[in-house]
Nanobody
Framework: QVQLVESGGGLVQAGGSLRLSCAASGRTFSSITMGWFRQGPGKERELVAG????????SYSDSVKGRFTISRDNAKNTVYLQMNSLKPEDTAVYYCAGGPQYTSAVPRTKSLYRDWGQGTQVTVSS
């Protein structure tokens, strides 16, 4: 099991930027796929970005492609989500999650991610 702690959320105006961080401890961080999910009011939790164990493969939802960038630093056991050109519809609680080991792709199925952080609120004002 891996323990995950998110940080970096907050209130920002539309068009602004935020950088989320997720610090991990526990089972070998460098071997697992990491994902950033979000859940807006009244909505399902959705994967917005994922990165495989090596960092060589990333995946984004269409709604954030070109605006968000996921990265990881395995030496620091940390995964990041750089969010630019934020829109009011990006308002949500953002969760990082730990997925399967040594995948060659980023799974988009929520049930494959077994470890979850507590979430951090991102609010984008218009």
């Amino acid at each position: 099991q891996v323990q995950l702690v998110e940080s970096g959320g907050g209130l920002v105006q539309a068009g602004g930027s935020l950088r989320l961080s997720c610090a991990a401890s526990g089972r070998t961080f460098s071997s697992i796929t990491m994902g950033w999910f979000r859940q807006g009011p009244g909505k399902e939790r959705e994967l917005v970005a994922g990165i495989n164990w090596s960092g060589g493969i990333t995946s984004y939802s269409d709604s954030v492609k070109g605006r968000f960038t996921i990265s990881r630093d395995n030496a620091k056991n940390t995964v990041y989500l750089q969010m630019n050109s934020l829109k009011p519809e990006d308002t949500a609680v953002y969760y990082c999650a730990g997925g399967p080991q040594y995948t060659s792709a980023v799974p988009r199925t929520k049930s494959l991610y077994r470890d979850w952080g507590q979430g951090t609120q991102v609010t984008v004002s218009s």
